[in-house]
């Protein structure tokens, strides 16, 4: 049975930060691949970032490029979403997610297991 437990998510300020994390249980962690959406209300579930099986590769959103960094700890079973400079459209709720698969993947579709989401809402 494979779990997908996000957490770090709160109500911050415009330019403030936040550590989102995630951690599986279930499943082969370390040789799959995971990814970071979210999800605003009426709005369509968006790709955020994704990471390969060993983190060497990563890929992110062109929204998010540059203020937000996707890492995983594979002895921990924990993938990380540090997220900085952080805008009031960054508002959503985060969801993390695994691919059985070891190349990083950037469709919902393609993903297996999803967590149940964490809120992150700032505020301008």
């Known amino acids: 049975q494979v779990l997908l437990v996000e957490s770090g998510g709160g109500s911050v300020q415009a330019g403030a930060s936040l550590r989102l994390s995630c951690v599986a249980s279930g499943l082969s962690f370390s040789m799959n691949a995971m990814g970071w959406f979210r999800q605003a209300p009426g709005k369509e579930r968006e790709f955020v970032a994704a990471?390969?099986?060993?983190?060497?590769?990563?890929y992110y959103a062109d929204s998010v490029r540059g203020r937000f960094t996707i890492s995983r700890d594979n002895a921990k079973n924990t993938v990380y979403l540090q997220m900085n400079s952080l805008k009031p459209e960054d508002t959503a709720v985060y969801f993390c997610?695994?691919?059985?698969?070891?190349?990083?993947?950037?469709?919902?579709?393609?993903?297996?297991?999803w967590g149940q989401g964490t809120q992150v809402t700032v505020s301008s």
């Open positions: 990471i390969s099986w060993r983190g060497v590769n990563t």
């Open positions: 997610a695994s691919a059985r698969q070891r190349t990083a993947v950037l469709g919902a579709e393609l993903y297996d297991y």
